[in-house]
């Protein structure tokens, strides 16, 4: 198994450009994160989903948009990229069944800067 | 609402020195806890879990022992490798639930 990727590794864009940051898993999770990690900061969240289909706002979803079409992809789009999302985004995916919950499991993220 | 608060890195050590990372939360049920780590250039991975007061997870020499009493997770190794160089992040998540609350994250650098 892959386990989660992304792609790009690496990322500048100008302010004002737009962007998708791409995210796959194949442990056939129902649940899927995207994160953002500024210097020195834990791990904010921006977008989750539960399922194909259902998304919904994490602690910081402006300026950002995501979809879920299918269980293994995940993609988050950047509309109007501002210097403020400079940031290292990782997507993230667990399995939630009843009254478990499971740990997870991280991609290697996107480093992304915008000037 | 719910939080988790670390000790402020950077810690610095000598090989085999002795690692404590010091670990609280604040939570309005019974969460489970989680201590991940990212070696550079990589994402997060678990490093040990404890879902219930008094477990202690373990994995990699490293432990921490789920405190109520004094809501805290402090992750320990007895002897530290070069290796370990890493940032640790402690986390806590609601069983049946799926939202993870990170730390800050403590960085350590294991000198040689």
């Known amino acids: 198994n892959a386990g989660v990727t992304q792609t790009p590794k690496f990322r500048i864009l100008k302010i004002g450009q737009s962007m998708t940051l791409q995210c796959t898993q194949d442990?056939?999770?129902?649940?899927m994160y995207w994160y953002r990690q500024d210097p020195g900061m834990g791990l904010k969240l921006i977008y989750y989903s539960v399922g194909a289909g259902i998304t919904d706002k994490g602690e910081v979803p402006n300026g950002y948009n995501v979809s879920r079409s299918t269980t293994e992809d995940f993609p988050l789009r950047l509309e109007l990229a501002a210097p403020s999302q400079t940031s290292v985004y990782f997507c993230a995916s667990s399995y939630v069944a009843g009254a478990n919950s499971y740990e997870q499991y991280f991609g290697p993220g996107t480093r992304l800067t915008v000037t | 609402g719910d939080s988790v608060t670390q000790m402020e890195g950077p810690v610095t050590l000598s090989e085999e020195a002795f690692l404590t990372i010091n670990c609280t939360y604040t939570?309005?049920?019974?969460?489970?806890l989680f201590w991940y780590v990212q070696y550079p250039g990589e994402g997060l991975q678990l490093l040990l879990k404890?879902?219930?007061?008094?477990d202690k997870g373990s994995n990699k020499g490293f432990e921490a022992t789920y405190r109520k009493e004094t809501t805290s997770f402090h992750l320990e190794k007895g002897s530290v490798q070069v290796s370990d160089s890493a940032v640790y992040f402690c986390a806590l998540s609601y069983t049946g639930g799926f939202k993870t609350i990170f730390g800050a994250g403590t960085r350590l650098f294991v000198k040689a």
């Open positions: 939570a309005t049920g019974y969460p489970s």
């Open positions: 442990m056939n999770h129902n649940y």
């Open positions: 404890a879902t219930k007061a008094d």
